[in-house]
């Protein structure tokens, strides 16, 4: 089975910075590969799926890229409302989770 | 928009089972190209795959619960169910319905219910 590994496991940036979060999969999945980001008490949310591709309604600040194994979420400038969790996910496999927290 | 809601008793008891309804609303749960998922959430911690079931009644069950877990669709309700036996504190957790929908490259949940907690205690 898939493994996931996230990192950082803690994210502290401030409103207006770049924001790199990564998720390396553990044999290769292909662009088999998503984003999703969970605000707490809400459901979580897609945010990029087929590995680069934005989900609807997703603002162009976020995207996802892939280099063999290793996945990138980037947020270009982070606006108040992007501090969150945000989880990776292949099949039935989602990541630990990274959490971004205001510095 | 399809909307998904959950709904089943909060508190379970040690070694009974756990039962969950999710009513679709907005879409047909007979539609091909979905999933219907369930997903849970441990107090304070991440994302964990219980199963989920094809329009045609195929179903993937996490090895890990698979000898306790039964998913199942009624589509003259436009509902799909979870149940869970012999339950333990363990599985105390928010338990989230969702839609997966085939894209491209993979297969991903797009719509989720709001979640709803299960607590086991006795």
């Known amino acids: 089975e898939i493994v996931l590994t996230q990192s950082p496991a803690t994210l502290s940036l401030s409103p207006g910075e770049r924001a790199t979060l990564s998720c390396r999969a553990s044999?290769?999945?292909?662009?088999?590969f998503a984003w999703y980001q969970q605000k707490p008490g809400q459901a979580p949310r897609l945010l990029i799926y087929?590995?680069?591709n934005r989900a609807t309604g997703i603002p162009a600040r976020f995207s996802g890229s892939r280099s063999g194994t290793d996945f990138t979420l980037t947020i270009s400038s982070l606006e108040p409302e992007d501090f969150a969790v945000y989880y990776c996910?292949?099949?039935?496999?989602f990541g630990q989770g990274t959490k971004l927290e205001i510095k | 928009q399809v909307q998904l809601q959950e709904s089943g008793p909060g508190l379970v008891k040690p070694s009974q089972t756990l039962s969950l309804n999710c009513t679709v609303s907005?879409?047909?749960?007979?539609?091909?190209?979905?999933?219907w998922n369930w997903i849970r959430q441990h107090p304070g911690k991440g994302l964990e795959w219980i199963g989920y079931?094809?329009?045609?009644?195929?179903?993937y069950y996490n090895p890990s619960l698979k000898s306790r877990l039964t998913i199942s669709l009624d589509t003259s309700k436009n509902q799909f169910s979870l149940s869970l036996s012999s339950v333990t504190a363990a599985d105390t957790a928010v338990y989230y319905c969702?839609?997966?929908?085939?894209?491209?490259?993979?297969?991903?949940?797009?719509?989720w219910g709001q979640g709803t907690l299960v607590t086991v205690s006795s």
């Open positions: 969702a839609r997966g929908e085939n894209y491209l490259w993979g297969s991903y949940v797009d719509q």
């Open positions: 907005g879409g047909s749960i007979s539609r091909t190209g979905y999933y």
């Open positions: 079931i094809y329009h045609s009644g195929t179903t």
């Open positions: 044999q290769s999945v292909g662009s088999y």
């Open positions: 087929d590995a680069s």
């Open positions: 996910q292949q099949r039935n496999t």
